[in-house]
């Protein structure tokens, strides 16, 4: 009755003797001189990508007494929803504006699986408009509230002004409640780090609760400071 205790006590001691035999401790990878364990290198890191689902015939798995139902489907690669105080549901198509040059053979291959994944769908370059007046889920008007973009991403309301963040610069166009199409053209109000080399090119974006200022997260062009930090 004794052995399968030992066992177990035998394996514990042997992963932890692996644990501190592959970096020390902890404090010891502290420090301005840290000591690390051996990074592991490979021709083909060996990483698996998650299959890109759909809804035909597919839907996230939830709570019981819960479910989930698409409120719009058929667009191009959705990536910010931002709701209206009216209850109008935005949502923004965008991808990356594809101008980053490819330098290492690694590129091509970690393209190929993002695409795999799904990030190298092809976006729509626009504000979609979603309107669920009576609230049963389903959308009775859906509408192109704002096109012809550049790799948007970030998008908020002050006032009547509805600012959008695309790749590269904060343009604000004029929004009247209940409006399901904006023809006026809109207004740069500030550049942003943008291409060719645009690694991290989604701008998210908020504005101050008294509205007075706007907040713009801006990525670095590098994962491992490649392009600089």
């Not at 290492?104 to 799904?118: D, L, S």
């Not at 166009?173 to 053209?185: E, F, K, N």
């Amino acid at each position: 009755m004794r052995t399968i205790p030992m066992l177990l006590l035998g394996a514990t001691t042997l992963a932890l003797a692996a644990c501190g035999g592959a970096g020390g401790s902890t404090e010891k990878q502290l420090g301005a001189d840290p000591h690390l364990p051996a990074i592991n290198q490979y021709l083909v890191p060996p990483m698996h990508v998650a299959p890109v689902g759909s809804w035909a015939g597919a839907a996230p798995t939830v709570a019981p007494g819960l479910q989930v139902t698409a409120l719009a489907t058929g667009l191009q690669h959705p990536r910010q929803p931002y709701v209206l105080p009216n209850g109008d549901v935005l949502v923004v198509e965008s991808s990356g504006p594809g101008t980053e040059p490819i330098k290492r053979p690694k590129e091509i291959i970690m393209g190929w699986v993002m695409g795999y994944a799904g990030a190298g769908a092809k976006g729509g370059n626009r504000v979609t408009l979603l309107r669920d007046a009576n609230g049963d889920g389903t959308p009775e008007l859906r509408s192109v509230l704002l096109d012809h973009l550049h790799s948007p991403f970030g998008i908020t309301l002050v006032g009547g002004d509805l600012y959008v963040a695309n790749t590269d610069a904060i343009v604000r166009y004029p929004y009247v409640t209940g409006q399901t199409r904006i023809t006026a053209p809109g207004v740069k109000l500030t550049d942003l780090p943008g291409g060719p080399i645009d690694h991290h090119w989604t701008k998210s974006l908020t504005a101050s609760p008294d509205g007075r200022k706007l907040y713009v997260g801006v990525g670095s062009n590098s994962n491992i400071t490649e392009n600089g930090i």
